[in-house]
Each structure stands twice: as structure tokens, then as C-alpha cells.
């Protein structure tokens, strides 16, 4: 099967916005989520739709976030796997959704991972972001994965290495067919670095990166490259084009907010 090319769309199903893509939903049954701030019960630095549950939120707010995002798509019955993100490029993949399987999973994802290939229908993965990247990677036979690419897994390739290990489950080596949207993260007018972080992309990724000045680095384009490295056609890839620091009213941000916030998510999943 050959995925219709990627788009985001704002969409607001039972009172919560999302950026999603209907055309893959309705070809692959796969369904992606990006959140805002708006649409849950937290209160105060989390108003309203924190799906961050180590960020100082009531925890049974945490989760009643997570259930009405869950019923609003129309997935209340469908299993979540939410990694303890680290900031790094280990993956986990969801193989079944059994419980056995899926407690496996949950366990790794807790240990600390910053990625969750799944490979298995009726299975969700949520990350959650407050500036940091979010990128949906989907496969023609609707595996996918939900990755988390802060400055250190950018540089760490964390989406070229997701990519890869997508395309190895079936078997081949051709990532071109491949669909990958990036969600609402911090963008390259308000990303400030220092000269070692700098490098760091540019040593990865070629100037094309980091702003002339080499004060600021566009998180989108340092993942387009890293992607285009695994094989990725670029017209294949979406990015939301929000930034997070310029619109905390909608996004969380941790810049914006000096540090305390909740996290909206990123979430995937194909129907049973």
C-alpha cells in the first residue's frame, strides 16, 4: 500500500485541539495526534491537557487527561505505552498487544527510552514534549513510531535510527515510502544555543542547520537532514511549523515558562 502524502489538519474532536492527519487514518487505520495545552482538568503551570505525569501534576488529573484524549479519538479501549523519556536514542518496540507483551513493554518504556516503535495494531504511544520535537514515523503496512528528539537525540539521530529499524521489521531497506510528521516544538527563531551545542548540529548535519550567527538551531531542519539520511523522500515529510516558545497560550514551553509546565503529547496508533 502507498500512504497518501503526509498533511496535518487542526482538528477538535470532543473539545480538544489536535493536529492529525485524516487521510492516513482513513487509508491505514493509523491515527495521529499532536496535542496543545487546552482540553483538560489540570490546573495552574499544567492548565489544562498536561499528559506529563513528572511534572508535579495530581496524577488523576494526569490520567483523566489521558482518558478524554483517548475517548475524544474515539480510542477509549486502546492500550497506552508511555516511556520514561530520557533525553536519549533507545527505542522500544511493542511487538504484541497482549497483556504479556504489553507489560514487557511498559517495563522497558520505564526504565527510560525516548522512542516506541509499534509494531502491533491496537496498541497507542504517547510522548510528551514542552519544546523538544515530536516526530510520527508510519509505515505502508501501518507499524509506526513515536519518538522524542530533544537537541541530544536530534544530534543522536534518534529519527534516522526509528526510521531504520521501521523499515528492518519488513523486512527491507527502502525508507522512501515511509511518512513522517513533526509535530509543534521550538523553533529556529527562538531556539538560542551556545557555540558547543552548535557544533554539535553542525558536525552532524551541515551548516544549513544553524543560523548564520550561529546563535540558533532549526530542530526542523536538522531532522529533515537526518531523516533524507535514512532514506526518506522529503516530500514524505510534514512538519506542524508552530513554534512552542512563541505560542505558550497553546503549546507548552519550558523556555517560556522558565521551567514549569505541563507537556502536551504526541500520539500514535492503528486501529484493531
Given at each position: 500500500?502507498?500512504?497518501?502524502?503526509?498533511?496535518?489538519?487542526?482538528r477538535?474532536?470532543?473539545?480538544?485541539?489536535?493536529?492529525?492527519?485524516?487521510?492516513?487514518a482513513r487509508?491505514?487505520?493509523v491515527?495521529?495526534?499532536?496535542?496543545?495545552?487546552?482540553?483538560?482538568?489540570s490546573?495552574?503551570?499544567?492548565?489544562?491537557l498536561?499528559?506529563?505525569?513528572?511534572?508535579?501534576?495530581?496524577?488523576?488529573?494526569?490520567?483523566?487527561?489521558?482518558?478524554?484524549?483517548?475517548?475524544?479519538?474515539?480510542?477509549?479501549?486502546?492500550?497506552?505505552?508511555?516511556?520514561?523519556?530520557?533525553?536519549?536514542?533507545?527505542?522500544?518496540?511493542?511487538?504484541?498487544?497482549?497483556?504479556a507483551?504489553l507489560?514487557?513493554?511498559r517495563?522497558?518504556?520505564?526504565?527510560?527510552?525516548?522512542?516506541i516503535?509499534?509494531?502491533?495494531?491496537?496498541v497507542?504511544?504517547?510522548?510528551?514534549?514542552?519544546d523538544?520535537?515530536?516526530?510520527?514515523l508510519?509505515?505502508?503496512?501501518?507499524?509506526?513510531?513515536?519518538v522524542?528528539?530533544?537537541?541530544?537525540?536530534?544530534?543522536?539521530?534518534?529519527?534516522s535510527?526509528?526510521?531504520?529499524?521501521?523499515v528492518a521489521?519488513s523486512?527491507?531497506?527502502?525508507?522512501?515510502q515511509?511518512?513522517?510528521?513533526?509535530?509543534p516544538h521550538?523553533?529556529?527563531?527562538?531556539?538560542?544555543?551556545?557555540?558547543?551545542?552548535?557544533?554539535?548540529f553542525?558536525?552532524?548535519?551541515?551548516?544549513?542547520?544553524?543560523?548564520a550567527?550561529?546563535?540558533?538551531v532549526s530542530?526542523?531542519?536538522?531532522?529533515?537532514?537526518?531523516?533524507?539520511?535514512a532514506?526518506?523522500?522529503?516530500?514524505?515529510?510534514?512538519?506542524?511549523?508552530a513554534?512552542?516558545?512563541?505560542?505558550?497560550d497553546?503549546y507548552?514551553?519550558?523556555?517560556?515558562?522558565?521551567g514549569?509546565c505541563?507537556?502536551?503529547?504526541?500520539?500514535?496508533?492503528?486501529?484493531?
Open positions: 500500500m502507498e500512504l497518501p502524502l503526509p498533511s496535518l489538519a487542526a477538535e474532536p470532543g473539545g480538544i485541539p489536535i493536529l492529525t492527519d485524516d487521510a492516513l487509508t491505514t487505520g491515527r495521529v495526534a499532536f496535542t496543545g495545552r487546552a482540553g483538560g482538568v490546573g495552574g503551570d499544567c492548565a489544562t498536561n499528559l506529563g505525569g513528572h511534572v508535579g501534576d495530581d496524577p488523576a488529573a494526569v490520567d483523566e487527561n489521558r482518558r478524554r484524549l483517548m475517548a475524544a479519538l474515539g480510542a477509549a479501549d486502546v492500550p497506552l505505552v508511555v516511556p520514561s523519556q530520557v533525553h536519549g536514542t533507545e527505542l522500544v518496540a511493542v511487538d504484541a498487544s497482549d497483556p507483551a507489560a514487557r513493554a517495563e522497558q518504556a520505564a526504565a527510560g527510552a525516548d522512542g516503535l509499534v509494531e502491533a495494531p491496537g497507542a504511544a504517547l510522548l510528551c514534549f514542552a523538544c520535537a515530536p516526530v510520527v508510519v509505515a505502508p503496512d501501518g507499524r509506526l513510531a513515536v522524542h528528539a530533544g537537541w541530544r537525540g536530534c544530534v543522536g539521530g534518534i529519527a535510527k526509528a526510521a531504520r529499524a521501521l521489521g523486512g527491507g531497506d527502502d525508507a522512501s515511509l511518512n513522517a510528521y513533526i509535530g521550538i523553533g529556529s527563531c527562538c531556539f538560542e544555543v551556545g557555540p558547543d551545542v552548535a557544533a554539535r553542525r558536525d552532524a548535519f551541515g551548516d544549513g542547520c544553524v543560523s550567527d550561529g546563535a540558533r530542530l526542523r531542519r536538522a531532522l529533515g537532514a537526518d531523516l533524507a539520511a532514506g526518506l523522500d522529503p516530500a514524505r515529510v510534514c512538519a506542524a511549523g513554534c512552542t516558545r512563541c505560542r505558550p497553546e507548552f514551553s519550558y523556555r517560556a515558562s522558565g514549569a505541563g507537556r502536551h503529547g504526541a500520539l500514535a496508533y492503528r486501529g484493531a
